[in-house]
């Protein structure tokens, strides 16, 4: 039976059968980690999200978040109690080491436990997550003093955090902050400006709330190498630890937005009283490099939230169209005594559910295995091996965000379709799904910027192994998949794709030095798209190799050594089942999408560049 | 005080139950595993009553291995450490037989008071814990709403038809719980990075000096016959011609009225 949320099964077999995080059990730092811990964290998870976090999701899109009279920001009514049983589990920080209030648990764990809370509700769940990303950064490059003046009761959910970037004039161009900072004799510091968009910017859960804020020392040269970060609390904090005098950071507005209502997104005014202090984290005009720490780890965290809501998108689907009893089949039209069917026999509806089911495990897949090398670049055996997980991360993170992201919307969209009309209205709650799925396509940097990202910084890094790391991890799948021979013929289509992307990727480098600079420039989008398509090819491919296998020793085991006996195996075997489907999305998906990768490289590389040369008049003349 | 909890796995109230071929018992492949939901009770209740009271609580449970994880599960809750019985003498253990069990291993250590759930949701015999008082020679009060303790004095509220009864009694006792007594927690992260090294005692049945014979005898599992499809009452259009139309279905064929 479905939780509605995620499939537990298809994540247990992404992180034992297919990444194998056991090995990560043998390693010194998670000692205390094993199998069966894991798995009980997996389960309390699960409850945590089904029976305290699922409540909260129609309820707090309807509510949204307000401004009182007194200024004060209100969340949904119904997230105080989660939020409260949320931190008492201990959920908000468990990466972190138990000295500060974490357990240490590795970040390919959290981050399954991640998906079921974001398929659950992401709006709430960005309230402890932002707290989260901002005590990090006071733990990695705070003074003594400011650990324990905010870090602690920042990791135990008492008070919150933000991530204060965005200026209504300073959005993808962080570079273009308008915010100060004056220096004050005490060494603290003046903080003046507007910050737009900021999350969680103010909430009524906790009693005190702690901004990380960047901002230019006065004189400091412009662009992002005169930026520094600040700790700002909303209110000071005394000596004792205590909540003392406001701080002068005040709520301009509260946004209206199309999804993710109960996340209060709010405009932040520093010091419109000049009364608005900050304490520097770590060198001044550190502040870009410093906010570069957490980045990898929050632009995942963003891929999961879009995994996590096109794994809901695919639970509900599924059932509905188990459900869903509507129209006489196509291969009965003619009997006039022919009973409707479920939706889920018509052709067009399974194949709807299929491509999204390849998706969300495609995607699933490539996440955790992202957030398995974050935890294999500190743990790893050697050097080389750190080196090398840790150039998968740079390289597979854009990917994550962007591709995740926007393929998530896509699928939440199609479970739309498979509702019907029924779909689109608030009685169901797949059109919350895709309300709320968009912006991950949006913040942490836009999918525009994670593919400039991806072609301009990450597809070059390290002269380019990290690339050809990747690839070999690729090579391998195909290489395996070939030797089992129902699959070998997919095997081929992940081998065309491969060798497309190759070929592209050697062509962008030729241009990159060379005048044509604009033409990967202006396809990175899609070429991220590709090397998406490319990878989730792989990570599906390399699921139904594993599949067959165990499939294999399954009819074995159980003598079924007739086509008839196999199939019969899969109505009463629920292993069967499972593995019958892991293979089926991988072949899906290398014929839906794989097959077309060559031909789309092949038209980035002739060079059009219409878009740039087209006048601008020409667009809405 | 020493607090002692009984808990059983059942399967989930979500799965879905299949019958093995040869009726001997159900498909556990692919079955969820937790811990009985009123037990869930009872060990709220235990932990309450140590957080206010001090003591600590032992967790006893009957069942194979893999019901060590709802021992830890509730290790996690909170409790001090377990008992897990897991013998093969004991897989097909009716009411009376568990009771047993349970009734040895508790015998072995100090106890004040006695959790256990009304009854398992999986073989709905509501017996066990009626069984393990007397056994134990001890008193019990049986679907527990409320729970108040004073020194040695107990004051238990079970519900009875269209009221509730205060039973008093005195400890050791035997409390069987049921929906309404408390809201479990849910066991926390760091609870179950602890509950790993909690101890908890392996015993067998010969260890405790029962046999584990049934005294009822299982013969045969069957699922329930499948419902038969429902019928749709057209017989005029009229609302008076239905109402006649199921009136008589009610009288005639499903003998009701
Ligand atoms: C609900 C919500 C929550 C948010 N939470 C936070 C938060 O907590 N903290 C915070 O600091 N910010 C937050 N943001 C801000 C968010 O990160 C920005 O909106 C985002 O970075 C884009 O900036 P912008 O909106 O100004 O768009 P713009 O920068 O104006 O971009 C508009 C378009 O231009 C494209 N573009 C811009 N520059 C380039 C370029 N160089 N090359 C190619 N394309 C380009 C973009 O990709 C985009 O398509 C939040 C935003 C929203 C909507």
Redesign the pocket.
Known sequence: MSNGLVNMRDQSFVLYEQIGIQKLFEKEQFADYSEDVVEMMRNEAEKMAVNVIVPTYAEGDKEGCHIDKDGQVRVPRCYHDAYKKFCQGGWLAPTKSPEVGGQGTPVVVASSCSEMFSAANFAFIMYPG?TLGAAGLIERFGTEELKNKYMYKMYSGEWGG?????EPGA???VGALKTTAKRLPDGRYLITGT?S???SGDQDLTPNIIHPVLARIEGDPPGTGGISIFIVPKYRVNDDGGIGEFNDVRVGNV?H?MG?KGSS?CTLNFGDEGKCIGELLGNERQGIRIMFHMMNEARLEVGVQGLGHASAALEHAVQYAKERIQSVPVWDMKNPDAKAVPIIMHPDVRRDLLWMKAYVEGIRAMNLFTAYCIDMAKVGDTPEERAKYQGFVELLTPVCKAYSSDMACLVTSKAIDVYGGYGYCQEYPVEQYMRDCK?SC?????N??QA?DLVGRKLGMNKGANVMNMMGEIDATIKKAKSHGDLAKYAAKLEEAYFAVVDLTMAFAALGKSSGFLIPILNASPYLDIFGDMLLGHFLLQGASIAREKLDGIFAARGADSIGKKRALVHTDPDVAFYEGKIAAAKFFAIEVLTSVKSKCEAIKLGEKTPIEMAIESFAA | MNIVACVKQVPDTEAQIKVKGDGSGIEEGGIKWVMNPYDEFGVEEALKLKEKLGGDVTIVSVGPARAMETVRTALAMGAEKGILIDDPALYNADAYATAEALAAAIKGIPYDIIFCGQRAIDDDSAQVGAILAELLGIPQVTFVTKLEIDGTAVKATRPIEGASVVVATSRPCVITATKGLNEPRYASLPGIMKAKKKPVDMKKAADLGVSGAAKAKVVKFAPPPARPPGKIICADDTPEGKAAELAKLLREEAKVI
Not at chain 1, 162 to 166: A, D, F, K, V
Not at chain 1, 442 to 446: A, K, S
């Open positions: 932002l933000t991530m204060c970037l965005t959005g993808s161009d910050k968009f900021i999350s946004e937005k993710i997104t912006i949006l913040y942490e940097g836009t525009g910027i400039l």
